[in-house]
Protein backbone atom coordinates (compact mmCIF):
# COMPACT_ATOMS: atom_id res chain seq x y z
CA UNK A 1 0.00 0.00 0.00
CA UNK A 2 1.25 3.71 -1.00
CA UNK A 3 2.26 6.24 1.93
CA UNK A 4 -0.96 8.28 1.16
CA UNK A 5 -3.66 6.63 3.39
CA UNK A 6 -6.41 9.23 3.76
CA UNK A 7 -7.86 9.06 -0.03
CA UNK A 8 -10.92 11.34 -1.34
CA UNK A 9 -12.89 9.41 -3.95
CA UNK A 10 -15.53 11.82 -6.14
CA UNK A 11 -17.84 10.68 -8.03
CA UNK A 12 -18.35 8.42 -5.74
CA UNK A 13 -21.97 7.41 -6.75
CA UNK A 14 -21.23 7.10 -10.40
CA UNK A 15 -20.68 3.42 -12.27
CA UNK A 16 -16.67 4.04 -11.44
CA UNK A 17 -16.47 5.49 -8.29
CA UNK A 18 -18.64 1.98 -6.89
CA UNK A 19 -16.28 -0.23 -8.02
CA UNK A 20 -13.12 1.34 -6.99
CA UNK A 21 -14.58 2.33 -3.20
CA UNK A 22 -14.32 -1.61 -2.18
CA UNK A 23 -11.46 -1.74 -3.72
CA UNK A 24 -9.28 0.73 -2.23
CA UNK A 25 -11.11 -0.03 1.26
CA UNK A 26 -9.58 -3.58 1.11
CA UNK A 27 -6.70 -2.49 0.63
CA UNK A 28 -6.32 -0.50 3.39
CA UNK A 29 -7.15 3.24 2.51
CA UNK A 30 -9.12 5.86 4.51
CA UNK A 31 -11.90 6.80 2.56
CA UNK A 32 -13.42 10.15 2.13
CA UNK A 33 -16.26 9.49 -0.94
CA UNK A 34 -18.54 12.59 -2.08
CA UNK A 35 -21.95 13.12 -3.66
CA UNK A 36 -24.20 16.48 -4.44
CA UNK A 37 -27.08 14.22 -2.69
CA UNK A 38 -26.07 12.21 0.42
CA UNK A 39 -29.68 11.04 0.35
CA UNK A 40 -28.61 8.46 -2.47
CA UNK A 41 -25.99 7.12 -0.43
CA UNK A 42 -25.87 4.26 2.10
CA UNK A 43 -23.73 3.84 5.32
CA UNK A 44 -20.38 2.08 4.54
CA UNK A 45 -17.78 0.82 6.17
CA UNK A 46 -14.63 2.60 5.89
CA UNK A 47 -16.13 5.44 4.19
CA UNK A 48 -16.87 8.61 5.24
CA UNK A 49 -19.52 9.88 3.25
CA UNK A 50 -19.49 14.44 2.45
CA UNK A 51 -21.88 16.51 0.27
CA UNK A 52 -19.58 17.99 -1.84
CA UNK A 53 -20.28 19.80 -5.40
CA UNK A 54 -17.27 20.52 -7.46
CA UNK A 55 -18.82 23.34 -9.02
CA UNK A 56 -18.38 25.24 -5.56
CA UNK A 57 -14.91 26.44 -4.29
CA UNK A 58 -16.40 25.93 -0.02
CA UNK A 59 -17.42 22.31 -1.25
CA UNK A 60 -13.79 21.46 -2.70
CA UNK A 61 -12.08 22.98 0.20
CA UNK A 62 -14.36 21.05 3.15
CA UNK A 63 -14.01 18.16 0.72
CA UNK A 64 -10.02 18.19 0.89
CA UNK A 65 -9.22 18.74 4.30
CA UNK A 66 -6.81 16.32 5.51
CA UNK A 67 -6.90 14.28 2.46
CA UNK A 68 -3.48 12.58 0.46
CA UNK A 69 -4.68 11.61 -2.87
CA UNK A 70 -7.70 12.69 -4.75
CA UNK A 71 -9.44 10.23 -7.06
CA UNK A 72 -11.38 12.41 -9.58
CA UNK A 73 -14.04 10.91 -11.01
CA UNK A 74 -16.66 13.47 -11.88
CA UNK A 75 -18.02 14.77 -15.38
CA UNK A 76 -20.58 17.34 -15.42
CA UNK A 77 -21.98 16.66 -18.96
CA UNK A 78 -25.01 14.21 -18.08
CA UNK A 79 -28.26 15.92 -19.52
CA UNK A 80 -26.66 17.91 -22.10
CA UNK A 81 -25.73 20.76 -19.73
CA UNK A 82 -24.80 24.21 -22.01
CA UNK A 83 -21.22 24.81 -21.32
CA UNK A 84 -20.05 22.33 -19.63
CA UNK A 85 -16.79 22.23 -21.31
CA UNK A 86 -15.90 25.49 -19.99
CA UNK A 87 -17.37 24.34 -16.32
CA UNK A 88 -15.32 21.12 -16.59
CA UNK A 89 -12.06 22.70 -17.31
CA UNK A 90 -12.57 25.39 -14.64
CA UNK A 91 -13.81 23.00 -11.84
CA UNK A 92 -10.06 21.56 -13.08
CA UNK A 93 -8.26 24.11 -12.57
CA UNK A 94 -9.64 24.87 -9.25
CA UNK A 95 -9.26 21.48 -8.11
CA UNK A 96 -5.57 21.69 -8.95
CA UNK A 97 -5.51 24.92 -6.93
CA UNK A 98 -7.19 23.85 -4.03
CA UNK A 99 -5.93 20.72 -3.56
CA UNK A 100 -2.36 22.30 -3.45
CA UNK A 101 -3.29 24.64 -0.57
CA UNK A 102 -4.38 21.55 0.97
CA UNK A 103 -1.20 19.48 1.03
CA UNK A 104 -2.58 16.95 -1.63
CA UNK A 105 0.58 14.94 -2.79
CA UNK A 106 -1.29 13.13 -5.62
CA UNK A 107 -4.00 13.29 -7.92
CA UNK A 108 -5.69 10.56 -10.16
CA UNK A 109 -7.78 11.39 -13.03
CA UNK A 110 -9.34 8.98 -15.22
CA UNK A 111 -9.96 10.30 -18.67
CA UNK A 112 -10.75 9.16 -22.34
CA UNK A 113 -8.09 8.49 -25.12
CA UNK A 114 -7.20 10.86 -27.54
CA UNK A 115 -7.87 10.04 -31.20
CA UNK A 116 -5.65 10.49 -33.96
CA UNK A 117 -7.92 12.90 -35.89
CA UNK A 118 -9.91 15.57 -34.30
CA UNK A 119 -11.48 14.63 -31.01
CA UNK A 120 -15.58 15.43 -30.42
CA UNK A 121 -16.24 17.89 -28.06
CA UNK A 122 -16.54 15.97 -25.13
CA UNK A 123 -13.92 14.34 -25.63
CA UNK A 124 -11.47 17.33 -25.96
CA UNK A 125 -13.00 18.49 -23.04
CA UNK A 126 -12.10 15.08 -21.06
CA UNK A 127 -8.60 16.16 -22.45
CA UNK A 128 -8.53 19.49 -21.07
CA UNK A 129 -9.43 18.44 -17.68
CA UNK A 130 -6.45 15.95 -17.81
CA UNK A 131 -4.38 18.78 -19.28
CA UNK A 132 -5.70 21.24 -16.26
CA UNK A 133 -4.82 18.83 -13.71
CA UNK A 134 -1.54 18.42 -14.68
CA UNK A 135 -0.91 21.67 -14.87
CA UNK A 136 -1.49 22.20 -11.27
CA UNK A 137 1.43 21.60 -8.53
CA UNK A 138 0.18 18.34 -7.31
CA UNK A 139 1.14 15.61 -9.15
CA UNK A 140 -1.21 14.66 -11.60
CA UNK A 141 -1.81 11.17 -12.92
CA UNK A 142 -4.06 10.76 -15.94
CA UNK A 143 -5.28 7.65 -16.80
CA UNK A 144 -7.02 7.21 -20.62
CA UNK A 145 -9.70 4.44 -21.42
CA UNK A 146 -11.92 3.60 -24.29
CA UNK A 147 -15.01 2.24 -23.23
CA UNK A 148 -15.43 0.68 -20.09
CA UNK A 149 -17.15 -2.58 -20.23
CA UNK A 150 -19.59 -3.48 -16.97
CA UNK A 151 -23.22 -3.38 -16.19
CA UNK A 152 -24.15 0.39 -15.47
CA UNK A 153 -21.66 1.94 -17.55
CA UNK A 154 -23.09 4.78 -19.84
CA UNK A 155 -20.69 3.48 -22.56
CA UNK A 156 -21.45 -0.14 -22.51
CA UNK A 157 -25.34 0.58 -22.41
CA UNK A 158 -25.43 2.38 -25.46
CA UNK A 159 -23.65 -0.97 -26.97
CA UNK A 160 -25.34 -3.11 -25.36
CA UNK A 161 -28.81 -1.15 -26.44
CA UNK A 162 -27.76 -1.10 -30.06
CA UNK A 163 -26.77 -4.80 -30.42
CA UNK A 164 -29.93 -5.97 -28.42
CA UNK A 165 -32.35 -3.79 -30.42
CA UNK A 166 -31.92 -3.69 -33.32
CA UNK A 167 -33.67 -6.09 -35.44
CA UNK A 168 -31.38 -5.52 -38.68
CA UNK A 169 -28.14 -4.06 -37.42
CA UNK A 170 -27.68 -0.17 -39.65
CA UNK A 171 -23.49 -0.33 -39.94
CA UNK A 172 -22.89 3.47 -40.53
CA UNK A 173 -19.28 4.60 -41.39
CA UNK A 174 -18.15 5.00 -37.31
CA UNK A 175 -18.82 1.11 -36.82
CA UNK A 176 -15.59 1.19 -38.98
CA UNK A 177 -13.66 2.97 -36.17
CA UNK A 178 -11.56 0.61 -33.41
CA UNK A 179 -10.71 0.91 -29.96
CA UNK A 180 -9.55 -1.56 -27.04
CA UNK A 181 -12.32 -1.36 -24.62
CA UNK A 182 -11.57 -2.07 -20.63
CA UNK A 183 -12.94 -4.12 -18.52
CA UNK A 184 -14.01 -2.48 -15.33
CA UNK A 185 -12.12 -4.52 -13.11
CA UNK A 186 -8.74 -4.23 -14.93
CA UNK A 187 -9.72 -0.29 -14.96
CA UNK A 188 -10.35 -0.29 -11.13
CA UNK A 189 -6.45 -2.52 -10.76
CA UNK A 190 -4.99 0.31 -12.73
CA UNK A 191 -6.67 3.35 -10.53
CA UNK A 192 -5.60 1.85 -6.90
CA UNK A 193 -2.21 0.71 -8.58
CA UNK A 194 -2.20 4.96 -9.57
CA UNK A 195 -1.61 5.34 -5.80
CA UNK A 196 1.65 3.33 -5.46
CA UNK A 197 3.22 4.12 -9.07
CA UNK A 198 6.48 6.87 -8.54
CA UNK A 199 5.50 10.10 -9.95
CA UNK A 200 7.95 12.91 -9.64
CA UNK A 201 5.72 15.34 -11.94
CA UNK A 202 2.60 14.98 -13.62
CA UNK A 203 2.05 12.14 -15.95
CA UNK A 204 -0.58 10.63 -18.49
CA UNK A 205 -1.09 6.74 -19.44
CA UNK A 206 -3.40 5.03 -21.99
CA UNK A 207 -5.05 2.32 -20.03
CA UNK A 208 -6.44 -0.36 -23.24
CA UNK A 209 -7.76 -3.77 -22.64
CA UNK A 210 -6.01 -6.61 -24.08
CA UNK A 211 -8.10 -6.51 -27.65
CA UNK A 212 -8.61 -4.16 -30.52
CA UNK A 213 -12.36 -4.46 -31.96
CA UNK A 214 -13.72 -2.54 -34.42
CA UNK A 215 -17.67 -1.04 -33.55
CA UNK A 216 -18.96 -3.46 -35.74
CA UNK A 217 -17.13 -6.53 -33.83
CA UNK A 218 -18.63 -5.02 -30.24
CA UNK A 219 -21.94 -5.32 -31.49
CA UNK A 220 -21.87 -9.00 -33.32
CA UNK A 221 -19.91 -9.78 -30.15
CA UNK A 222 -23.16 -8.78 -27.44
CA UNK A 223 -25.53 -9.90 -29.80
CA UNK A 224 -24.18 -13.45 -30.75
CA UNK A 225 -23.38 -13.49 -26.61
CA UNK A 226 -27.19 -13.25 -26.28
CA UNK A 227 -27.83 -15.98 -29.19
CA UNK A 228 -29.08 -13.21 -31.58
CA UNK A 229 -28.12 -12.75 -35.22
CA UNK A 230 -27.75 -9.65 -36.77
CA UNK A 231 -27.03 -9.19 -39.99
CA UNK A 232 -24.96 -5.98 -40.44
CA UNK A 233 -26.34 -4.01 -43.44
CA UNK A 234 -23.77 -1.39 -44.10
CA UNK A 235 -24.75 2.20 -44.82
CA UNK A 236 -21.44 3.95 -45.45
CA UNK A 237 -23.77 6.99 -46.54
CA UNK A 238 -25.10 7.92 -42.96
CA UNK A 239 -22.89 9.95 -41.48
CA UNK A 240 -22.34 10.07 -37.63
CA UNK A 241 -24.12 13.36 -36.68
CA UNK A 242 -26.96 11.57 -38.58
CA UNK A 243 -26.42 8.18 -37.06
CA UNK A 244 -26.41 9.31 -33.69
CA UNK A 245 -30.31 10.30 -34.47
CA UNK A 246 -31.55 6.83 -34.08
CA UNK A 247 -29.32 6.06 -31.12
CA UNK A 248 -32.71 8.43 -29.41
CA UNK A 249 -34.81 5.54 -30.33
CA UNK A 250 -32.51 2.63 -29.69
CA UNK A 251 -30.85 3.41 -26.19
CA UNK A 252 -31.93 4.27 -23.12
CA UNK A 253 -28.67 5.73 -21.94
CA UNK A 254 -28.97 9.77 -21.28
CA UNK A 255 -29.54 11.16 -25.36
CA UNK A 256 -26.86 13.55 -25.46
CA UNK A 257 -24.37 11.05 -23.77
CA UNK A 258 -25.02 8.76 -26.32
CA UNK A 259 -24.75 11.11 -29.35
CA UNK A 260 -21.79 12.52 -27.77
CA UNK A 261 -20.11 9.05 -27.37
CA UNK A 262 -21.20 8.41 -30.94
CA UNK A 263 -19.92 11.69 -32.25
CA UNK A 264 -16.18 10.74 -30.35
CA UNK A 265 -15.72 7.52 -32.13
CA UNK A 266 -15.69 9.12 -35.41
CA UNK A 267 -11.99 7.26 -36.56
CA UNK A 268 -9.87 4.89 -34.44
CA UNK A 269 -9.58 5.47 -30.21
CA UNK A 270 -6.42 3.70 -29.94
CA UNK A 271 -3.89 3.82 -27.27
CA UNK A 272 -0.75 5.67 -28.03
CA UNK A 273 1.11 2.76 -25.85
CA UNK A 274 0.03 0.21 -23.25
CA UNK A 275 3.26 0.76 -21.03
CA UNK A 276 1.07 1.78 -18.39
CA UNK A 277 0.27 -2.20 -17.58
CA UNK A 278 4.30 -2.95 -17.26
CA UNK A 279 4.45 0.18 -15.10
CA UNK A 280 2.36 -1.21 -12.60
CA UNK A 281 3.59 -4.97 -13.53
CA UNK A 282 -0.13 -5.83 -14.77
CA UNK A 283 -1.77 -7.22 -17.52
CA UNK A 284 -5.23 -6.91 -18.34
CA UNK A 285 -6.83 -10.29 -18.03
CA UNK A 286 -10.59 -9.81 -19.28
CA UNK A 287 -10.67 -10.30 -22.77
CA UNK A 288 -13.63 -7.79 -24.86
CA UNK A 289 -15.52 -11.32 -25.03
CA UNK A 290 -15.74 -12.43 -21.45
CA UNK A 291 -15.97 -8.77 -19.99
CA UNK A 292 -19.48 -8.77 -22.19
CA UNK A 293 -20.62 -11.99 -21.12
CA UNK A 294 -19.83 -11.02 -17.43
CA UNK A 295 -21.17 -7.02 -17.46
CA UNK A 296 -24.39 -8.94 -19.19
CA UNK A 297 -24.23 -11.56 -16.62
CA UNK A 298 -24.26 -8.45 -13.86
CA UNK A 299 -27.68 -7.19 -16.17
CA UNK A 300 -29.63 -10.16 -14.56
CA UNK A 301 -28.75 -9.66 -11.07
CA UNK A 302 -29.37 -6.07 -11.44
CA UNK A 303 -32.75 -5.62 -10.09
CA UNK A 304 -32.83 -2.13 -10.23
CA UNK A 305 -35.37 -0.65 -12.35
CA UNK A 306 -32.95 -0.45 -15.14
CA UNK A 307 -32.63 -3.90 -14.52
CA UNK A 308 -35.91 -5.23 -14.63
CA UNK A 309 -36.32 -3.43 -17.35
CA UNK A 310 -33.41 -4.98 -19.43
CA UNK A 311 -35.00 -8.66 -18.56
CA UNK A 312 -38.48 -8.11 -20.09
CA UNK A 313 -36.80 -6.62 -23.23
CA UNK A 314 -34.74 -9.67 -23.42
CA UNK A 315 -37.94 -12.00 -23.22
CA UNK A 316 -39.34 -9.47 -25.63
CA UNK A 317 -36.08 -9.21 -28.36
CA UNK A 318 -35.60 -13.52 -27.93
CA UNK A 319 -39.28 -13.86 -29.20
CA UNK A 320 -39.23 -11.87 -32.10
CA UNK A 321 -35.79 -11.32 -33.56
CA UNK A 322 -33.70 -13.45 -35.57
CA UNK A 323 -31.59 -15.97 -34.40
CA UNK A 324 -28.05 -17.91 -34.21
CA UNK A 325 -28.49 -20.83 -36.92
CA UNK A 326 -27.05 -23.37 -34.54
N1 LIG B 1 -17.90 4.81 -18.20
C1 LIG B 1 -16.99 4.76 -19.17
O1 LIG B 1 -17.10 3.98 -20.13
C2 LIG B 1 -15.78 5.66 -19.10
C3 LIG B 1 -14.81 5.53 -20.11
C4 LIG B 1 -13.67 6.33 -20.07
C5 LIG B 1 -13.51 7.25 -19.05
N2 LIG B 1 -14.47 7.38 -18.11
C6 LIG B 1 -14.27 8.40 -17.07
O2 LIG B 1 -14.43 7.85 -15.79
C7 LIG B 1 -14.95 8.85 -14.91
C8 LIG B 1 -16.15 8.29 -14.17
O3 LIG B 1 -17.10 7.88 -15.13
P1 LIG B 1 -18.44 7.09 -14.70
O4 LIG B 1 -18.84 6.28 -15.88
O5 LIG B 1 -18.27 6.42 -13.37
O6 LIG B 1 -19.45 8.32 -14.55
P2 LIG B 1 -20.94 8.34 -13.98
O7 LIG B 1 -21.42 6.96 -13.64
O8 LIG B 1 -21.75 9.15 -14.92
O9 LIG B 1 -20.78 9.15 -12.62
C9 LIG B 1 -20.48 10.51 -12.65
C10 LIG B 1 -20.30 10.99 -11.23
O10 LIG B 1 -20.08 12.40 -11.29
C11 LIG B 1 -20.66 12.95 -10.13
N3 LIG B 1 -20.93 14.37 -10.41
C12 LIG B 1 -21.49 14.92 -11.53
N4 LIG B 1 -21.53 16.26 -11.41
C13 LIG B 1 -20.98 16.57 -10.19
C14 LIG B 1 -20.74 17.77 -9.48
N5 LIG B 1 -21.08 18.97 -10.00
N6 LIG B 1 -20.16 17.72 -8.26
C15 LIG B 1 -19.82 16.51 -7.72
N7 LIG B 1 -20.03 15.32 -8.32
C16 LIG B 1 -20.61 15.35 -9.55
C17 LIG B 1 -21.92 12.15 -9.86
O11 LIG B 1 -22.17 12.19 -8.48
P3 LIG B 1 -23.54 12.67 -7.76
O12 LIG B 1 -24.62 12.68 -8.83
O13 LIG B 1 -23.78 11.64 -6.68
O14 LIG B 1 -23.23 13.99 -7.22
C18 LIG B 1 -21.48 10.75 -10.29
O15 LIG B 1 -21.00 10.01 -9.18
C19 LIG B 1 -15.26 10.08 -15.77
O16 LIG B 1 -14.20 10.98 -15.65
C20 LIG B 1 -15.31 9.50 -17.19
O17 LIG B 1 -14.93 10.44 -18.17
C21 LIG B 1 -15.60 6.60 -18.09
Redo the contacts with the bound molecule.
Keep these: MSELRKVLV ?8 KALIPALVAHGYEIRA ?4 LA ?1 TTPTRGVEWIA ?4 KRADLKRALEGIDAIFF ?4 M ?1 GGARNYAATERRVAAELAEVAARAGVKRIVY ?3 VAPASAPSEHLQS ?1 LDVGEALRSGSVPAIELR ?4 IGNG ?4 QIVRDLAMRLPAMLLPSWTASRTCPIALEDAVVALVRALDIPLQSSAWYDIPGPDTVSGRQILSTIAALRGRRVPGVAVPFLSVSLSSWWLKLVTRADFSLARELVLGFKGDLLPESDRYWSEIDYAPKWSFEDAARKALADESLDFTVRGVAGKIEEVVVHLVSPKLRP
Design positions: TGATGFVGTTRDRCDVTLVHAGLGGRASMISASW
